[in-house]
C-alpha cells in the first residue's frame, strides 16, 4: 500500500510543482549569477558610451577635453573627463621614458635579428597605425592576437627569449608601438568571427558575479551599478575609450601598467583571485574593451 502510494497522482503532482519551484529557483539564480545587462552594441564602438555614461561629448577628442578643462580638479565633475585629460597632454611624464627604453631595445636587437622588427609590423617596420588595428584574428596562428600577445609571439620566435605579456619589458614596447597610432581611432576588425566571440565571452564575463562580494565588472563599470558614483573616494568612470589608453603609467604605482593589469587591480578589489596577464579571460575582456573603444583615438603616451 505504501509504495503504491508513493506514485500516487497526488504525489506526482506535488513532485512536479516541487519541480516547477525548484525551475523557478534556477531561473533566480541568473539574477544572483549575473548582474543585470545593460546592451553593449559592438556596431557603436565608442558612442556606445552615450547609452551608458553618456560622458563622451566631454573627452571624445582634443578639442572636447580642450573645451572641459573647467572640470579638471571639481570634486564631482572631473570623473566625466574619463581620466583622458592627462592622457592627451605630450608633457614629461616617466611613461614617456619608458618609450625611449623600447626604442632603444628594438634598436640593439633589430641589429642583430631584424626579422624581430618585421614580425613585430606584420610583415613592416612601419609601425605607424598598427596598434590601432589590435586586437586581431592572426589566420596563421590560427589565433586572437593582443598587441602584447604579438610582442611575446615574435620574442620567442625571432630573439628565442620569453618576454611574457604582463613583464616590464613587453609592456613597455607595447606602449611604443602605440605610440605610433597616436591621434589615430582604435580599429577593431568587428567583422572577423573570432573578433566577435571572443567579445561575446567577454561581454558574459563583464556582467558576471565573482568573488567573495559577488560583484562583476559592470556592479561597478555600469550605469545601473556604481558608474558616476564614489567609492573609496574615487568615482567610478565608463568602460567605454579605456582600451585607447592602455598601457598607461600609473603615478599610484609609479609604473607602466597594461590593461590586463588594470584589470588585475579590479579582480583584487573585487577579492577575486587575479589571472595572470596573458590569460584568455582577460583576453576575451580586453577584446570587449577593445570593441568598446573602436573609434576612440589612441594617445600618444598615457598616464593615470
Ligand atoms: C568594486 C568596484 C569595481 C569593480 C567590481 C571593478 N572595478 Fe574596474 N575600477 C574600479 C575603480 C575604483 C577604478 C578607478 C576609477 C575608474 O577609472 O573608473 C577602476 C578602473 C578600471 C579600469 C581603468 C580605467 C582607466 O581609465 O584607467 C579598467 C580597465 C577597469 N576598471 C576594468 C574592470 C574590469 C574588467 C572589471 C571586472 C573584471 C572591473 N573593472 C571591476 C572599481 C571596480
Known sequence: MKTKNMYSPARLLAGLSMAAALGMAVAADESLEYFPRTPIDPAKGVEGDMEWSGTLPFWRDDQALAANAKLIGDHHEEWKLNMKFIDHQDDMHPGTLDIDIAEKLLKDWGKKHPKFLTCLGEGKTDYTGLAATYPKYDANLGKVMTLEGRVQQCAQDELFINLPQ???????????????????????????????????????????????????????????????????????????????????????????????????????????????????????????????????PIPGTSMR
Open 166 to 296: 604582463g613583464s616590464l619589458t613587453n609592456i613597455r614596447i607595447t606602449y611604443y608601438l602605440k605610440s605610433k597610432s597616436a591621434g589615430m581611432p582604435v580599429k577593431v576588425d568587428i567583422s572577423s568571427k573570432p573578433i566577435m566571440e571572443a567579445f561575446k565571452r567577454g561581454e558574459d564575463l563583464f556582467f558576471k558575479r565573482a568573488g567573495q562580494f559577488g560583484f562583476s565588472c559592470a556592479s561597478c563599470h555600469a550605469p545601473n551599478g556604481l558608474l558616476g558614483k564614489k567609492l573609496r573616494g574615487q568615482t567610478l568612470t565608463t568602460p567605454f575609450g579605456d582600451y585607447a589608453s592602455y598601457p598607461a603609467y600609473l603615478s599610484g604605482r609609479g609604473e607602466l601598467t597594461s590593461l590586463q593589469q588594470r584589470f588585475r587591480i579590479c579582480h583584487v578589489q573585487m577579492r577575486t583571485a587575479p589571472l595572470r596577464p596573458g590569460d584568455p579571460v582577460y583576453q576575451d575582456l580586453e577584446v570587449l574593451y577593445a570593441v568598446m573603444s573602436n573609434g576612440a
